[in-house]
């Protein structure tokens, strides 16, 4: 039988409320998704002010980081590749995105789930998606 672990409600808290505070901090506003490891909705948080469409965005790099495996961005490389010629319609679901700012969590080797954000650059979406995982692994492993 398989088993697998996967992203909770504990998991998505501490990851939104990491994520929030540092746009606060910063004077900004997004949205924050959190999925599963089947890139399905754990948590999502659009902060007032946060553009409309980055939730689907959002939800959207959650799926993309989750059920590849790795960051959402990497999709977009491999379909801008011109020796590849590879059209990211051929994934035939409009979840998947190559955008940059949605990252897979890991725990020992395997994926668990992912973060995203949406509504700043790819630079920062993904520099504060990756706080967000921390997050997320630091809340399911109890550290302090």
Do not use: C
């Amino acid at each position: 039988m398989n088993t697998s672990r996967t992203l909770g409600h504990v998991e998505a808290q501490a990851a939104i409320a990491s994520i929030q505070s540092e746009l606060a901090r910063r004077g900004k506003v997004a949205v924050i998704a959190v999925a599963d490891d089947h890139g399905e909705l754990v948590g999502l948080l659009r902060l007032d002010g946060a553009p409309l469409p980055s939730t689907t965005i959002a939800s959207s790099k959650a799926w993309t980081a989750a059920r590849e495996r790795k960051p959402s961005w990497e999709l977009g490389i491999a379909s801008r590749d011109p020796r590849t010629g590879f059209d990211m319609a051929y994934y035939g679901d409009p979840r998947y995105v190559g955008w940059g700012g949605g990252v897979p969590v890991i725990m020992n080797g395997s994926v668990v789930g992912s973060v995203a954000v949406s509504g700043l650059t790819q630079e920062e979406d993904a520099e504060l998606a990756a706080m967000g995982a921390a997050a997320a692994i630091e809340a399911s492993t109890g550290a302090s």
